[in-house]
């Protein structure tokens, strides 16, 4: 018999049907056992009083993975008021021992640590489905908004000679015995491809060395970069992830509703015209940083919950940030000395996404790289796209699992990663 | 005045317009100057005979970026039968010096290598942007198609502690001073990940560090993975990918005419169902490697060119590979001592994809290690899937650069590859 999946079995009342999945839970009541089915689109009720098949259900461990055939019958204590009278069993993959955790209550009672450690079976729990559900329409909504906006995908090597963000926070590969860098983001790539297809954007892991250890740090993440050309400045690129931003707040609540009721979390409003401060605005608004070039964590905090008061709004947009806290190809703000064309966005707490215009005209680049005691030739592949014509342009990167976070208030960005790696975590 | 983009030129005949590009070319006639502007979406011809415009125009070197006002008229010379006669030019960023290369031909005169050099200006040419137009397009179908159909997108970790294809062709990391590896696929954390969703892709770098130097391989590319549960066999594998490629070639013949076209190549055929034939069959077919687990380069070359002639078709399966020559989390055929559920496809002469069924009962998997010499405790967060119970599955990886390369009868994989990395090049 074909196979059904769980969502589907409501619409096979009365007729006899095969589910296949994993024994997420089973209860015993009298000489009745009622057993819980997972498939990729749900959870399904499995019942028998045969007493042979009732043993055998009994002695399988969770997470079994079993064929089960029966008829469908209307049960109103069921999820979706279903249930499938079993006459049949197959056993697939038997699991002979306990689970390293419990992964079928709604809150998981293992910690953080211990859930990242058993990977495999952690991610199986209905609430870490539901983030990486999420984070897949996250990155789906990103790739079609753009696509759909005269943006082409592109992918750029990781594998790198020279630092794009500057600093030394650099992992180094032993390349066919040579030294090259795992890349940072994909920034000079991009901005070399804004001088073909002028609006680009890539979805691509990137690495940072740094020894940070906080909740909302990890040492490789998933980059989502754009880069667009003909802008008239900052503004343009923050108009286009607020409208991207209004999209993917539209497909959260039309296909992930059951994953936020799941997580307790709220898909964020998101206005037309998100709310915009300078830094130094944002800086006298909480009191904290003032006259520094930057905002630390703790400011950033600050300046989320004050704007939520302000303008009612979860996100905020701080522009204008100090040069020297922006990397070499940030645009300064014509007229205000020290500041430069860029933006950070604010979302609950966190620094979600850092962007902002970059210089175009090579002359800039080769004054900008001689101030800072670096020869430009050691840019000469980069260079080359503006000696021979950039228009005005900018962009900006988000990281992917940071967001997700965000999204569903988690904690730390590590319940929104897969198999994060950190100073202290390699594996899984 | 907005901006109109050159393919929105043909709706504002009489109007005044401004567009915005690249100066692709130019060309005196007497004391008229026709300038080809080329922007995201093509070529606009721009055409003066004032003086001063004229002078101003032919001292631009190629390539500069210019803003061009002026009404639309209608030319039957010009492309799409549309001109604009300039009444403003703005020039935003000049260019000074002679291109490192022509790019405004048909035909591109320089040598692959210089083309890969001069990477920042050989991709603006109209062929090279064709080429990535038609790599987003396969792409985008890849992660549209498989969302479709219940698969979801994952990100996996590239830096690994072990081997997950075996062999000794890893590029090693400094992690913090130890060692890691960059991921040769993410074969070991898409198959935990079907434990999880059942059906899952990925589109992510993958690294072989090995050392040769064909047209068909460089050290880093782009792999779409899918990995799959409660299969039958690795033919439920082989029809998703057929179904894949259908839905991708209807793609190309909708929005990628024009590049096709360009490049002089055929969107391929698919048939509903593709030709399959096994190894031996090949072998026998072609005469060589006969007895082999199987095949070389050039014994792929003549069976494409024999299924060819055979099936009228440019595709064909070859499955059933020696055991020793696949992987070791490779299901075995029962029945046939020594073989495997394993399949290549076979496209235009080149391998672009290597699939099959895959273990999924943990016994099997702690016997297949212990005779390979290997204590399975090294797989210990590998081996936890399958000892808490893991489907039937299976999945496959493909290049995208290889396919890519394929689809537009292209020689090298490096004319698909945006950045290409190989034991010669590390830049740009």
Known sequence: MPRVLSSEVVDHVGESVTVKGWLHSIRSLGGVVFASLRDRSG????????????????????????????????????????????????????????????????????????????????????????????????????????????????????????????????FEVDYFGRPLYLAQSPQLYKQIMVGVYERVFEVGQAYRAEKHDTARHTNEFTSLDLEMGFIDSHEDVMAMENAWLCELAGRLRERCGEEFRLLEAQVPEVPQHLPRVTLSEAQEAVGRCIGEPDIDPAAERAVSAWALDRFGCEWVFVTHYGAEKRPFYTMAEPGEPGLTRSFDLLFRGWEITTGGQRLHRVEDYEAKLRGLGIDPAAYGFYLAAFRYGMPPHGGLGAGLERLTARLLGLRNVREATLFPRDRKRIAP
């Open 43 to 170: 959870l399904v009720q499995a019942v028998t009083e045969d007493p042979a098949d009732a043993d055998l259900l009994r002695g399988l461990g969770s997470e079994s993975v079993v064929s089960v055939s029966g008829r469908v019958a209307r049960e109103p204590r069921a999820p979706m008021g279903m249930e499938v009278k079993i006459d049949g069993i197959e056993v697939i993959s038997p699991v002979r021992e306990a689970l390293p955790m419990q992964i079928n209550k709604a809150v998981i009672s293992a910690g953080l640590e211990t859930q990242l450690d058993c990977r495999a079976i952690s991610l199986r729990s209905p609430r870490a489905q539901a983030i990486f559900r999420v984070q897949h329409e996250v990155a789906a909504s990103f790739a079609e908004f753009l696509g759909a906006q005269g943006f082409t995908r592109i992918h750029t090597p990781k594998l790198v000679a020279a630092a794009a963000e500057g600093g030394a926070d650099l």
